[in-house]
């Protein structure tokens, strides 16, 4: 898959005006990488905020229903191993970590859904984190690098959609946010190395009016390059759950 296919698919999330619509586009991503089943929403713990959190998936109904009502979702082995390492995995390497329950939450999830995955995390700027968890009958070293980086990418986009259009969360008055929603948006692209030209086709916005939040941004934090508007957005002490 090229770029050109990637920017094609965030302007049909970009393009979407409900929860169910970004679900279907984010299903017709996968299929062309041969992925059946996702999960995307924030990455807070578990125990600590129950379904009070973004959580958007299309996982078989009769192992959503199940994970509820046994309340193995609030002891997850892959959001547990994210929240902690702040990093991204496969869920074959998120079972090699697990404790025994763990290891049988993942096992369940294997024979409802698929074999293996991946667990992308983010860490937007000034916003809570998030995970992109897909999973895949097919053998992972199968995809190339810039295959997951997109992977990564798309689930990034999906996620910061799926955050706008459900917000705001009963936790969100933790934190003191001074930037505005497409700030943040910017902001974290550019801390995942996209350039302002490449952030302004992936948000579907002219270039001048990316330059023009990137300046407000720049405005706020007290900063003269996006850069470092980044790194002073990242070190701002924003607390992670």
């Known amino acids: 898959m090229d770029f050109q296919f990637f920017i094609s698919c965030t302007e049909k999330l970009n393009a979407a ?12 991503f996968l299929a062309n990488y041969n992925f059946n089943y996702f999960s995307i929403g924030h990455l807070v713990s578990p125990a600590k905020y129950g379904l009070n959190r973004l959580m958007v998936n299309n996982w078989p ?10 309340g193995t ?6 959001v547990l191993q994210a929240v902690r390492t702040r990093d991204s995995f496969t869920w074959t390497n998120a079972h090699q970590n697990a404790d025994k329950m763990g290891k049988d939450i993942i ?4 024979d ?3 074999s293996d ?8 700027v000034e916003t809570w984190p998030g995970c992109f968890s897909i999973g895949t009958d097919e053998p992972l070293a199968q995809y190339s690098m810039e295959d997951r980086e997109l992977l990564r990418l798309y ?9 706008r259009m459900e917000g705001p969360f009963p936790f969100d008055s933790y934190h003191q946010a001074q930037l505005s929603p497409r700030e943040r948006e910017i902001l974290t692209w550019a801390a995942a190395g996209k350039s302002v030209p490449e952030i302004s086709i992936i948000l579907d916005i002219s270039p001048n009016t990316a330059k023009r939040h990137v300046q407000n941004a720049n405005e706020k934090l007290g900063t003269t390059r996006l850069t470092a508007a980044v790194a002073v957005a990242q070190s701002s002490g924003k607390n992670i759950p």
Request: glycine share 6%.
């Open 117 to 124: 995955g991946f667990f992308f995390s983010y860490f937007p």
């Open 17 to 28: 005006r409900c929860t169910s619509e970004v679900k279907t586009r984010i299903e017709e």
């Open 73 to 78: 979702m609030m002891h997850d082995p892959a």
């Open 107 to 110: 096992d369940e999830c294997r």
């Open 61 to 70: 109904v009769e192992y959503s229903d199940m994970r509820i009502e046994r």
């Open 112 to 114: 409802f859904a698929a």
């Open 155 to 163: 689930g990034l986009h999906a996620f910061g959609t799926l955050e």
